[in-house]
């Protein structure tokens, strides 16, 4: 039969914690930092060697176009519509998308852009041409069956050999199925892991990790857009201009505030769900995790003192979102220290979110902040916390170090200096709070839903359908949120998208 669709699918299995640590975090990280090095890398640690974008003004001819490319050349290529034909905005688009792929297809537009000078380096395919494999020198790497236990050395020496062996961790596949449009992993680049500003093309390995654990959870497509621009003004126009090419998008690894007005303006302007993980897939998640946590400790979250260190986009939506379910007293910390009301060097999320926190105005060190305090949620830098803070909390202290790589304090430290419960964002530990609990789930009930706009009332839902699938007879310190494979998750985080 005719293939009637294209599903972007892993090259490796996610099976346990070791695999998700080398396909996701913290072995990723390794690659990233690779790319940032040299730029060259991108074609030996991601797909972009065999990825194609075909743009057109009509997204089901892009498709059979990358359906045809896909059949005949084994190019994993990728349709796209663009709903505009001025010639600025072509241009804008093709150069933008530039670090997610290895070449453009334009010949579907080709009378629009024969006088378009494009600022890439990769081919631009302007005309119809003889030797398409020649002209767009994509090399596809096939790892049937990979075998994790071809892999040496540390977590990121073998991130890297997974990668440079299989050329990147997802690619596409023809199906018989009708084609459902996937989802759009949209990053700039500016706030990538812990890793910070690394820009677009470091942060691809990360957002095809993501791609990975999309399909192996939740059998959904996801294509990794990493682009160029880092204005809030035109990641936006960017994402409206091929907004008809997706079934949503999941904004991923953009810097606060500017992450904010993104996203705000999106679900404004956009017809599709728009949902920024980092903002609000960590805030369900820690919710649910807190939510077991302060059970086990006999504590009531209306009651409790809770520090953050870190005031950026997604220790914000946490903070928001444990407001939400009833907390009363918080203080969120940064580099300029407490966040208060009418402090200089708060941005507008600041001054948003210091007029539900920190209602003493609190205005001293966090070394004082986080004396008898019951609760720690880190989402800033790695190793700021110590024995003597630790020490200074209240009974049964409860510690959320989820920096990634690597966190406020490593876990088993945490617990060794006196943490009731210590969780990270690590999958080589106990209590790993990660998104992939999340993300997956919620976009494959966005989609079976049908759902337009994500509210507070669906994340809060989530995060209680979440907590509850840990058990009362399983529910332990070292047990406090379902692993992050957990196949449950998946279906309770979807069934909870109404």
Do not use: W
């Not at 790319?35 to 060259?40: F, T």
């Not at 769900?273 to 960590?282: A, L, R, S, V, W």
């Not at 510690?399 to 990270?424: C, T, V």
């Not at 209680?464 to 957990?486: C, H, M, Q, R």
């Amino acid at each position: 039969m005719m293939a009637k669709g294209i599903k972007i699918i892993s090259k490796v299995k996610v099976e346990d914690k070791q695999s998700l640590a080398l396909v996701y975090t913290p072995g990723v990280a390794a690659a990233c930092l690779k790319i940032k090095e040299n730029p060259q890398y991108s074609y030996d640690y991601t797909n972009r060697e065999n990825s194609l974008a075909v743009i057109s003004f009509n997204y089901e001819k892009s498709l059979e176009r990358a359906i045809f490319l896909k059949n005949t050349l084994g190019i994993d290529s990728y349709p796209f519509e663009l709903n505009s034909k001025e010639k600025e905005k072509i241009k804008f688009v093709v150069e933008n998308i530039e670090p997610s792929f290895g070449a453009i297809d334009l010949s579907l537009i080709q009378d629009y852009v024969q006088d378009i000078e494009f600022n890439v380096t990769i081919p631009v395919l302007k005309n119809n041409e003889k030797n398409l494999r020649e002209f767009f020198l994509c090399v596809s790497k096939n790892v049937m069956m990979f075998d994790y236990s071809m892999l040496e050395g540390s977590i990121n020496e073998k991130s890297l050999q997974l990668r440079k062996m299989a050329g990147g961790v997802i690619e596409t596949e023809l199906t018989e199925e009708a084609h459902i449009k996937p989802i759009a992993i949209v990053s700039d680049g500016s706030a990538v892991l812990g890793l910070g500003d690394i820009k677009a093309l470091a942060g691809l390995p990360v957002m095809e990790g993501k791609a990975v654990l999309f399909q192996e959870l939740a059998n959904v497509s996801a294509l990794p857009l990493c682009i160029k621009t880092q204005n809030a003004n035109e990641i936006e126009e960017l994402v409206l201009l091929l907004q008809n090419s997706f079934s949503g998008v999941n904004l991923e690894d953009i810097k606060a505030p500017k992450c904010f007005e993104v996203e705000q303006a999106l679900i404004e302007k956009s017809n599709i769900p728009i949902f920024h993980d980092d903002q609000h897939g960590t805030a369900i998640v820690v919710l649910a995790a807190l939510l077991n946590s302060l059970h086990l400790a006999e504590k009531n979250i209306e009651e409790v003192k809770i520090i953050f260190s870190g005031a950026g986009a997604a220790a914000i939506a946490v903070c928001k979102l444990i407001l939400s379910a009833g907390a009363k007293n918080i203080i969120m910390f940064d580099t300029d220290g407490a966040v208060y009301k009418n402090r200089k060097t708060n941005n507008f999320a600041h001054d948003q979110i210091a007029e539900v926190t920190n209602q003493s105005c609190f205005k001293g060190s966090f070394v004082d902040g986080i004396k008898c305090a019951d609760v720690f949620i880190g989402l800033s830098a790695p190793n700021i916390l110590n024995e003597a803070m630790i020490k200074s909390m209240n009974e049964k202290p409860i510690i959320f170090a989820l920096a990634n790589p690597i966190p406020e304090i490593m876990p088993d430290q945490a617990k060794k200096y006196g943490a009731f419960i210590s969780a990270s964002g690590r999958s080589d530990y106990p209590n790993q709070i990660n998104n992939s609990l999340v993300f997956p789930g919620l976009f494959s009930g966005v989609l079976k839903h049908k759902i337009k706009k994500i509210t507070t009332e669906i994340k809060l839902n989530c995060a209680f359908a979440l907590a509850s699938l840990v058990k009362e007879n399983e529910l332990s310190t070292e047990y406090i949120i379902p692993d992050a494979l957990d196949m449950s998750a998946v279906k309770a985080i979807s069934d909870n998208v109404i």
